[in-house]
């Protein structure tokens, strides 16, 4: 419905050039006195994409995002978006937007002139900012809330002002700094849905920071991972979760049994790995040739599968599998899944999550029962440490 | 016997305490001046009449009731002098308030936005200069702007001026003193809002596309607007009664409302007079405190 109206700021240039991202991050720095906030990202971002900046609190993600919007000069590199670079572009000149980690409405200001704001400064006629002005209200479901301030509203309804702010101006970029924190679970969800359903709409590009891996899951169609000012990896959620580059990134993005590696023998396409806490693992090779340092034997919780008397007949060859004896430690219900610690007779831990397929419990295990856990090798990845 | 009796009378109690301290000592001393205000001059002891003696009985005191009037108040409104000591009061203070409020939003600004750790160095800083008498700063700036003081003595080395520039006993003065003694009343409340006020709404503004003049304009400035009437009034109202610092450092060829006051007490010992003028100044000065009053108000709802 928008796809006919211009830009505001871009104008008919706006056009991006086939091949060429929308947004070229280059070798980008930024330094706060000896702490390297940022160090050396590249990163490119095609037009359309919803992409996620993923990382624990101080990774530096919220200063790349800040340079992006124009409240940070980088120290070095460029940022090129449609091939001009604005890495030094002050924050009113660049067509991009931002919503606020807590939203940063204007107090003294109504819904109505919040949302307008940005359509003033860029001198828009009284009847197109009206249009517009109703439109966002619409996009947002806020019809009838538009004389409140913010202090009258919820926190989802502010929310919504925000995020109905930051879109007005139709940026070519929209960045969203943490935009969920600040709902409860439940808002958080169906909200979640609402901006995936946008953004699909609007056919905008979303740049999204949080620190939350399933909000970035959910969301986006591609994660960057942000360590120590570093991109740890970049690659669409699927892969970033089935084949983490580093044991780091595995352990940040869900949960994971670790088991560090001692030997190697190679098998044709797989490796047997000795290890000292679960005994010899095979496991399927890595696509990248392990190198000579440390390494480790990484499989997710669901992957590991429980059983009384070991794998059930259908579900392989039995040499092509892993079969760990023990006994259960730990039993966590969450509802929908249960999670099992198995102490594993070779010394090691390992936790298997088990869907709840059945209301009752006739196939759950009990503490200190004997239980084999088995997980085939194309389940596991090796990750150097 | 229930909690609810043990807590209710010192609660009671606090509650009537500022209404106590507001009578006694605002409105009987008040009561006392516009009786005064409302008498005659007279040669005597205490030096105006009627007096009202409690001991002379009923009749006495209604002839006393009766001998009050407004002609002074008249007077007021008819002598030139009067008149144009309040225009120039309000008119000193104006200026003077515009002055503070054009120096001290800079100074607030900059210190709401330094460091946390350097805040409290720079509050102290603005806070330190009354760790000195009142007067004791005045007589320094005398010292300073005289003939051969330090101002003249820096502009003649930096050869700005080729002869001492007369200072004192001018308009300039009295707005260098008044301007200097008042600032602290101006930044600091100034302070106190924009301290509170969110970084990241400038940073939403510019992001929006405002530039940064229009960023102070559409959200800085309307967000301290607490701020700003809360230092205009803090300044303005005492200005205008102020009378120390015209009388020692402005000329003597007009007189500020306080001076006229100083005046006709102690040089003319027209007590009633002196009296009216006072109660005109503060009926005066009724429309910026309620002002306040009701600005404050409004924050503390705000505030909720």
Not at chain 1, 257 to 270: I, T
Not at chain 2, 32 to 43: H, M, R
Not at chain 2, 168 to 175: E, P, Q, R
Not at chain 2, 228 to 234: D, E, F, P, T, W
Request: charge should be neutral.
């Amino acid at each position: 419905m928008t796809d006919e109206l211009p830009n505001i700021d871009a104008g008919a240039d706006a056009l991006p050039v086939a091949g060429q991202p929308l947004l070229r991050i280059e070798n980008v720095a930024k330094t706060f006195g000896t702490f390297r906030a940022v160090d050396g990202v590249s990163l490119d971002i095609k037009a359309g994409e919803f992409f996620a900046l993923l990382g624990p609190s101080g990774c530096g993600k919220t200063t790349l995002l800040r340079m992006l919007a124009g409240f940070e000069a980088p120290d070095g590199g460029r940022i090129l978006l449609d091939g001009k670079d604005i890495a030094q572009a002050l924050p009113h000149e660049r067509p991009i937007n931002m919503m606020f980690q807590n939203y940063a409405l204007f107090p003294h200001l109504s819904v109505r002139d919040n949302i307008a704001f940005g359509l003033k400064r860029a001198g828009l006629a009284r009847g197109e900012i009206a249009t517009r002005v109703a439109e966002m209200v619409a996009l947002v479901k806020l019809e009838g809330l538009e004389k409140r301030k913010p202090d009258q509203l919820s926190g989802g309804q502010r929310q919504r002002v925000a995020l109905a702010r930051a879109l007005a101006r139709r940026p070519k970029l929209l960045l969203l700094d943490e935009p969920l924190a600040a709902l409860d679970k439940k808002l958080r969800e169906s909200t979640q849905g609402e901006l995936m359903e946008l953004q699909r709409r609007l056919g905008m590009t979303f740049i999204i920071v949080t620190h939350d891996q399933e909000e970035a899951m959910t969301m986006a169609s591609r994660i960057g991972v942000m360590k120590s000012g570093k991109l740890a990896q970049v690659a669409p959620p699927r892969e970033l979760y089935e084949a983490p580059r580093s044991r780091w990134i595995a352990e940040f993005v869900g949960d994971i049994n670790l088991f560090d590696g001692e030997s190697r023998l190679r098998d044709g396409h797989r490796l047997v790995i000795g290890t000292r806490d679960a005994g010899a693992l095979v496991v399927a090779e890595p696509r990248e040739p392990l190198g000579a340092g440390k390494f480790s034997v990484a499989i997710r919780p669901e992957k590991v599968r429980l059983s009384r008397r070991g794998p059930v007949s259908e579900a392989g060859h039995e040499t092509a599998l892993n079969r760990l004896d023990g006994a259960i430690a730990d039993i966590c219900y969450l509802g929908g899944t249960t999670t099992y610690k198995v102490r594993l007779d070779t010394g090691g831990m390992i936790e298997a999550s088990v869907a709840n397929s059945a209301r009752l419990d006739v196939d759950a295990y009990s503490l200190n029962q004997h239980v084999v856990a088995w997980f085939t090798p194309d389940d596991c990845v090796v990750l150097p440490s | 016997m229930s909690s609810r009796r043990i807590f209710a009378r010192p609660a009671r109690f606090a509650a009537i305490t500022p209404y106590v301290w507001m009578v006694l000592f605002f409105l009987v001393p008040f009561a006392f001046v516009l009786k005064i205000s409302l008498s005659q001059t007279a040669i005597a002891q205490p030096p105006y009449e009627p007096v009202f003696d409690l001991t002379a009985g009923w009749e006495a005191l209604k002839a006393a009731f009766s001998a009050l009037s407004i002609d002074n108040f008249r007077l007021l409104a008819s002598d030139d002098i009067y008149v144009f000591a309040y225009v120039r009061s309000l008119t000193v203070a104006a200026t003077a308030t515009a002055l503070l409020l054009l120096i001290g939003y800079p100074i607030a600004y900059g210190m709401a936005r330094l460091p946390k750790r350097w805040r409290a160095v720079a509050m102290v800083l603005v806070i330190v200069p009354f760790w000195t008498s009142f007067l004791i700063r005045i007589y320094a700036w005398i010292n300073i702007l005289q003939h051969d003081g330090l101002l003249n003595q820096i502009l003649l080395a930096l050869h700005l001026v080729s002869q001492p520039v007369v200072w004192l006993s001018t308009d300039t003065a009295m707005y260098i003193g008044i301007v200097y003694s008042y600032l602290p009343f101006m930044i600091l409340p100034l302070y106190a809002t924009l301290a509170k006020m969110e970084p990241v709404l400038e940073e939403a503004a510019g992001d929006l596309g405002a530039p940064p003049w229009q960023v102070f304009w559409l959200v800085t400035f309307p967000l301290s607007l607490p701020g700003i009437g809360a230092g205009v009034l803090l300044c303005f109202i005492p200005i205008v009664g102020e009378f120390v610092i015209p009388d020692l450092l402005a000329g003597s060829n007009s007189l500020m409302i306080g001076q006229t006051l100083w005046l006709e007490f102690f040089t003319n010992k027209d007590w009633p007079v002196a009296s009216a003028a006072a109660v005109v100044l503060l009926v005066v000065l009724l429309v910026p405190l309620l002002l306040y009053e009701r600005l404050q108000k409004r924050q503390l709802e705000q505030g909720r």
